[in-house]
């Protein structure tokens, strides 16, 4: 398997992986992201595309994935976890010392995949107590936190 940073010229011959992982408001947004996201990173095989990260940092040393998608016939084969070790080993050489990320409560595959890179659920008044309301604030709007959207944090340097 290859991991590669996609260049935005050939981003949207990826959106139909998104069409295939999200819906509604979702897959607008994810769309979206895809056009204007810092990185995209995919992983291939034989020269066909498995799946698709976008990743950001939020601040010096916050890294920030915004969406996994892995094609629905290559999904439970171990690609999205590979996906997601690559963004924070990307993350990580730009900087970060934590990753974010936001999932729904109800799903399933992506809480399971987050809980298997050793990800923890953060609240926002427990993220706040240690780094102050103002700077939690910012973070949960820059992440864009859906409602029924839960947050989960990996720090790096103690997980690495
Ligand atoms: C979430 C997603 C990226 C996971 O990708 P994947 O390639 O299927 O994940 P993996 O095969 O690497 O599995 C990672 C872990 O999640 C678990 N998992 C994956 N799919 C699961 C499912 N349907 N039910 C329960 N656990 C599941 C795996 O068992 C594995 O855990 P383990 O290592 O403890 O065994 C994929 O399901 C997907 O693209 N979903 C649609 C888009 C989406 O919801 N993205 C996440 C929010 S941005």
């Known amino acids: 398997m290859i991991f590669r940073e996609v260049p935005a ?76 070790d690559d963004a924070m080993q990307f993350l990580r050489a730009r900087g970060a010392s934590e990753v974010f990320v936001c999932t729904r409560a109800d799903n399933t595959p992506s809480v399971r995949l987050l809980l298997s890179r050793n990800f923890t659920r953060i609240g926002y008044h427990d993220l706040a107590r240690s780094r102050g309301f103002a700077s939690t604030a910012r973070l949960w709007m820059r992440m864009v936190v859906a409602p029924g959207e839960k947050v989960y944090r990996i720090s790096l340097s103690a997980d690495a």
């Open 9 to 84: 010229e050939a981003r949207e011959g990826l959106a139909w992986i998104l069409d295939q992982s999200f819906r509604g408001l979702y897959l607008w947004h994810a769309r979206k992201t895809l056009r204007s996201v810092s990185w995209v990173r995919e992983a291939t095989q034989g020269g066909a595309t498995l799946g698709v990260t976008m990743s950001t940092m939020l601040g010096k040393a916050t890294g920030y994935v915004y969406y996994a998608a892995v094609v629905p016939s290559q999904r439970a084969r171990g690609v999205g976890g590979l996906l997601l």
